[in-house]
């Protein structure tokens, strides 16, 4: 069974970069066609969708963050990787991590990432000197 | 980037009755949509994809409908641990979005 933790510091100070890794257990980040996700969520509000990475390592970013993301993946070990620069406190958020599976768009031709499975337990990062 | 609006925003229902929520897309996601559930403390559990595929051991009184616009979570008969909130999120477009939440309370 597929599964799924998040680790790194629980507190960041403001102006500094947030990193997370997620390591995947029960199956292989590079032999299967998936998409990893990283979402969070403030406290008391709804889910925000972060950005993706392909197994292939492709990656799409929400814009709203993009200029301050970054999404890697490490096969070696299994894991894929976080970083948030800059952060302020209103990146104050529950982290999750998440498998997604691919969806092929015919015009344009693109493989993107769908629906998000399992999830990771969560992690959460407070923005605080 | 497209808009997720769920309603209402929180849903008072008795355990046993019918639970129905709405999430509207503000353009076409065609059947790209999922519902999740989430619990206090709890990450969010997907509950259906492609509009109306239930996933693996989801019980068979979450049904999924609709396509375009328009879509709806019904919950047949709720159950004690049904009670928690649900969110929708659209994946037709890369910018992956999701709705606001409904909560569904105990009445």
């Known amino acids: 069974q597929l599964q799924l933790q998040e680790s790194g510091p629980g507190l960041v100070k403001p102006s500094e970069t947030l990193s997370l890794t997620c390591t995947v257990s029960g199956g292989s980040i590079s032999s299967s066609s998936y998409y990893w996700g990283w979402i969070r969520q403030p406290p008391g509000k709804g889910l925000e969708w972060i950005g993706s990475?392909?197994?292939?390592?492709?990656?799409y970013y929400n814009p709203s963050l993009k200029s301050r993301v970054t999404i890697s993946v490490d096969t070696s070990k299994n894991q894929f990787s976080l970083k948030l620069s800059s952060v302020t406190a209103a990146d104050t958020a529950v982290y999750y991590c998440?498998?997604?599976?691919?969806?092929?768009?015919?015009?344009?031709?693109?493989?993107?990432?769908?629906?998000?499975?399992?999830w990771g337990q969560g992690t959460l990062v407070t923005v605080s000197s | 980037e497209i808009v997720m609006t769920q309603s209402p925003a929180t849903l008072s229902v008795s355990p046993g009755e019918r639970a129905t929520l709405s999430c509207r897309a503000s353009?076409?996601?065609?059947?790209?949509l999922a519902w999740y559930q989430q619990k206090p403390g709890q990450a969010p559990r997907l509950l259906i994809y492609?509009?109306?595929t239930r996933a693996t051991g989801i019980p068979a009184r979450f049904s999924g409908s609709g396509s375009g616009t328009e879509f709806t979570l019904t919950i047949s008969s709720l159950q004690s641990e049904d009670f928690a909130v649900y969110y929708c999120q659209q994946y037709n477009n890369w910018l992956l979005t999701f709705g606001g939440g409904t909560k569904v309370e105990i009445k």
């Open positions: 990475i392909y197994y292939s390592g492709s990656t």
């Open positions: 998440a498998r997604q599976p691919p969806r092929i768009v015919v015009v344009p031709a693109a493989i993107i990432p769908g629906w998000f499975d399992p």
């Open positions: 492609g509009a109306s």
């Open positions: 353009q076409s996601v065609s059947s790209n």
